[in-house]
């Protein structure tokens, strides 16, 4: 992965998670890693808990930031989800799969767009 990209991973999921704080969200994990794979966000959304994807994107050349979370990265944050509630012991908690979509489109404010429960 490219420094530069990178950089922008890092940047869009900071802002994923001011936004969703700012929603009233609650942070329990940020970057939880396994040896599989790893969920960019992990928080509560009241009783919820929701594992959330950040996609960001400097511009609209390569599509929407959401496009990229198809049918394979699903079933891979599936697995990871599943995998983190047994080791977390927190297996009888209503989930939800969410995407946040971030575009800076040049020297503009960039553009959020929370998607729940899109998978």
């Known amino acids: 992965m490219t420094r530069l990209r990178q950089e922008t991973g890092h940047q869009g999921e900071q802002i994923a998670l001011a936004f969703l704080i700012g929603l009233g969200y609650r942070l329990i994990e940020r970057n939880w890693r396994c040896r599989s794979g790893e969920i960019d966000l992990i ?5 919820v ?4 994807e950040v996609k960001a994107r ?3 050349g390569f599509g929407l930031p959401q496009e ?3 049918p394979a990265k699903q079933a891979r944050i599936r697995r990871l989800a599943q995998y983190y509630l047994q080791v977390r012991a927190r297996d009888d908690e209503e989930c939800r799969f969410d995407v946040v979509a971030i575009t800076h489109p040049g020297d503009d404010r960039p553009r959020i767009e929370h998607l729940k429960g899109v998978f």
């Not at 928080?43 to 009783?47: L, S």
């Not at 808990?49 to 959330?52: E, G, Q």
């Open 43 to 47: 928080v509560t959304d009241g009783p």
């Open 49 to 52: 808990l929701v594992f959330v």
């Open 58 to 60: 400097n511009g609209g």
């Open 68 to 70: 990229a979370v198809g």
